[in-house]
Nanobody
Framework: QAQLVESGGGLVQAGGSLRLSCSASGRTLSAFAMAWFRQAPGKEREFVAGIRWNSGITYYADPVKGRFTISRDNAKSTVYLQMNSLKPQDTAVYYC?????????????????WGQGTQVTVSS
């Protein structure tokens, strides 16, 4: 499995922005799908955004469409989540994930590697 390290979380007011980063390392190819998930207290983990590494095709969950943007830097093996117009409902621990094979779907996986998570808190 790849090692994934997230960063960029924090406390922000509603309407503000944050950019999350997820860097991948280890003896794996940088060609598997990458995705962001989040989990709020008392709720199940949910898909947020995903990207096909080679093509750059992106996918978004309905609640974040038009506000969040997922992107990748091939040279740095890093995936980003730019979060704009943040809402209190976006408060959660955000996790990045990497597909377990070339055929993994950016939305449904399977995912073989997960980051440790980074807290995003949005206040009014």
């Amino acid at each position: 499995q790849a090692q994934l390290v997230e960063s960029g979380g924090g406390l922000v007011q509603a309407g503000g922005s944050l950019r999350l980063s997820c860097s991948a390392s280890g003896r794996t190819l940088s060609a598997f799908a990458m995705a962001w998930f989040r989990q709020a207290p008392g709720k199940e983990r949910e898909f947020v955004a995903g990207i096909r590494w080679n093509s750059g095709i992106t996918y978004y969950a309905d609640p974040v469409k038009g506000r969040f943007t997922i992107s990748r830097d091939n040279a740095k093996s890093t995936v980003y989540l730019q979060m704009n117009s943040l809402k209190p409902q976006d408060t959660a621990v955000y996790y990045c994930a990497q597909g377990s094979s070339y055929s993994s779907d950016p939305r449904s996986g399977p995912f073989g590697s997960w980051g440790q998570g980074t807290q995003v808190t949005v206040s009014s």
